[in-house]
Antibody, heavy 120, light 107 residues
Framework: EVQLVESGGDLVKPGGSLRLTCAPS????????MSWVRQAPGKGLEWVGR???????????DYAAPVKGRFTISRDDSKGTLYLQMNSLKPEDTAVYYC??????????WGQGTLVTVSS | DIQMTQSPSSLSASVGDRVTLTCRAS??????LNWYQQKPGKAPNLLIY???SLQSGVPSRFSGSGSGTDFTLTISSLQPEDFATYYC?????????FGQGTNLEIK
């Protein structure tokens, strides 16, 4: 059974940093492309970015414009873990953050999400 | 960047109705179009990928069609568990993008 479990969400002040973690299971993480998607309270889904596998994508990353230069997606294949490092956080980054398995051009499986609140 | 526009934003319907939701891309995305269902407080769930392929485990009353810029999601006979918000997503080019969603409500 595929499972993805996010953690690390918290209340953080504007300008602060936070690292989210996603622990997938039930599929081969080392060959998987992975995404982060967020959802602000009462709003729609917003793609944050993705990381390719090292095998067929060199571990390359892509980001949405609002987070580029502030957020970094990384992976530790030895630990089977996905990360989202968020710096220079703004109130508009407040959202539930989901990790997903990006399988053949679709977000095939999602975690339950972790809430990040940016407020003073 | 590719913009995705869904219509209507909200829709009221009854159990047993046939409903069609629409998604339009700002440029051709071939068939790189996915549909997701999201219920309150839950993560999204993949329904349809590549415009018309049914994800494993999804009931056959859901179907998708379209290519290029215009796409539809049809639910042939609404069931109580289908009342939710539906999102389309283009996976043709980065940055990937979602539509704003269609909220399907009980009439």
């Amino acid at each position: 059974e595929v499972q993805l479990v996010e953690s690390g969400g918290d209340l953080v002040k504007p300008g602060g940093s936070l690292r989210l973690t996603c622990a997938p299971s039930g599929f081969t993480f080392t060959t998987a492309w992975m995404s982060w998607v967020r959802q602000a309270p009462g709003k729609g889904l917003e793609w944050v970015g993705r990381i390719k596998s090292k095998k067929d994508g060199g571990g390359a990353t892509d980001y949405a414009a609002p987070v580029k230069g502030r957020f970094t997606i990384s992976r530790d294949d030895s630990k089977g873990t996905l990360y989202l490092q968020m710096n220079s956080l703004k109130p508009e980054d407040t959202a539930v953050y989901y990790c997903s398995w990006y399988y053949y051009n679709r977000e095939a499986y999602w975690g339950q999400g972790t809430l990040v609140t940016v407020s003073s | 960047d590719i913009q995705m526009t869904q219509s209507p934003s909200s829709l009221s319907a009854s159990v047993g109705d046939r409903v069609t939701l629409t998604c339009r891309a700002s440029q051709s995305i071939r068939t790189y179009l996915n549909w997701y269902q999201q219920k309150p407080g839950k993560a999204p769930n993949l329904l349809i990928y590549e415009a018309s392929s049914l994800q494993s485990g999804v009931p056959s009353r859901f179907s998708g069609s379209g290519s290029g810029t215009d796409f539809t999601l049809t639910i042939s006979s609404l069931q109580p568990e289908d009342f939710a918000t539906y999102y389309c997503q283009q996976s043709y080019s980065v940055p990937l993008s979602f539509g704003q969603g269609t909220n399907l409500e009980i009439k």
